[in-house]
């Protein structure tokens, strides 16, 4: 006969049920080895170098916290290191996880203001495409040298990366980039109908909120009801995903978009470059391109993109593909 658990139990063993399950969900994300030697206990991570002054502290404040509390060591590669690992020892697993919990708080804070590093995208880079995009960009480019003050050329989105963007990602840890690159390879799983659907694009438009007096990113509308709502549906599923796996917290309503025009381009070459322009004498040439149409292009690829970071064609570096019938 099995013992009735009084209520203080029951809370204590659910509290110890979901310790165990966090446990282990930790331990897939971050392995735990032992070291034969010094029976340590130890947990390897790869992080970027701008995460070690928010584990420092100053002084080394924060280390020697961390270390305090948690009877364990946290050991930083020093800035001239060419190693990316951060290594965590500990003499239990208990307490090694103490530690890792407390580094991933501070890390999911630092993220939260940190720049996005990946994002998953619908590549329109048809040589038609490319044709229209360039001879669009021709006529705006005569418009800002002649009456826009501090225009260049470099505002522009150069042709071979014209692409329709659908979630933007922050993936500073291998775990991390693993996990998205498993959800792309996933989409084969999607109910719906992604891959073939038809986009089309007409005019341009700024983002809401935004006016050419002030204008920071001018992009090309998509126009096709049908597609705008299946993407919306992907989006909708592939959230949800990114959701599960605690790669996304709060997704932003998607605001589709191909960016023709994103002035925060002229920072690359000065920092100190304003991030809007004033596009007012543009007026005049967009109500002229109000209709203006690019080819209807196919979706025929759902990338994972590395922000600056561009192969041999021009496009971002993929870390997954997906396309009918082969993931790369």
């Known amino acids: 006969m099995n013992k009735k658990l009084k209520s203080g139990e029951v809370v204590v063993k659910v509290l110890e049920e ?15 080895t032992k070291d034969q030697k010094t029976n340590q206990f130890i947990i390897q991570m790869d992080l970027p170098q701008n995460f070690y002054p928010h584990l420092i502290g100053k002084g080394g404040s924060k280390k020697t916290e961390l ?12 800035q001239n290191s060419s190693s990316g690992t951060v290594i965590l020892k500990g003499p239990t697993k208990e307490q090694l996880t103490k530690l890792l919990k407390k580094v991933r708080k501070i890390l999911h804070q630092v993220k939260s203001g940190s720049r996005y590093t990946h994002f998953i995208n619908l590549p329109l880079i048809s040589d038609e495409m490319k044709e229209r995009v360039i001879l669009l960009q021709e006529q705006i480019k005569k418009v800002g040298e002649e ?9 522009f989105v150069p042709p071979e990366r014209f692409h329709l963007t659908l979630v933007m990602v922050k993936l500073y840890e291998e775990h991390e980039r693993d996990t998205v690159k498993e959800i792309i390879s996933n989409i084969k799983d999607y109910p719906g109908q992604i891959l073939e659907t ?15 007096e002030q204008l920071r990113v001018l992009y090309a509308k998509v126009k096709n009801r049908n597609s ?5 549906k992907f989006h909708k599923w592939l959230c949800l995903q990114l959701q599960k796996k ?9 605001e589709l978009h191909a960016t023709l ?14 991030n809007y322009l004033d596009f007012t004498p543009f007026n005049r040439l967009n109500e002229k391109l109000e209709n203006y149409k690019f080819p209807q292009t196919k979706i025929k690829e759902i990338h994972l993109s590395t922000l600056g970071k561009y192969r041999s064609d021009g496009f971002y570096f993929p870390l997954r593909i997906f396309s009918a019938g082969n993931e790369k």
């Open 246 to 254: 605690h790669i996304l917290y709060n997704p932003e309503p998607l």
């Open 261 to 274: 025009v994103n002035v925060r381009y002229l920072q690359k070459q000065n920092p100190n470059a304003p």
């Open 147 to 155: 009456e826009i003050e501090g225009f260049k050329k470099s505002v």
């Open 228 to 232: 705008i709502e299946k993407i919306h």
């Open 18 to 32: 979901n310790n165990q399950e966090q446990l282990e969900k930790l331990s897939q994300l971050y392995p735990i």
């Open 67 to 78: 270390e305090s509390k948690t009877k364990c060591e946290l050991i930083i590669p020093n």
């Open 198 to 212: 038809l986009i089309g694009l007409e005019g341009m438009e700024t983002f809401e909120g935004q006016s050419f």
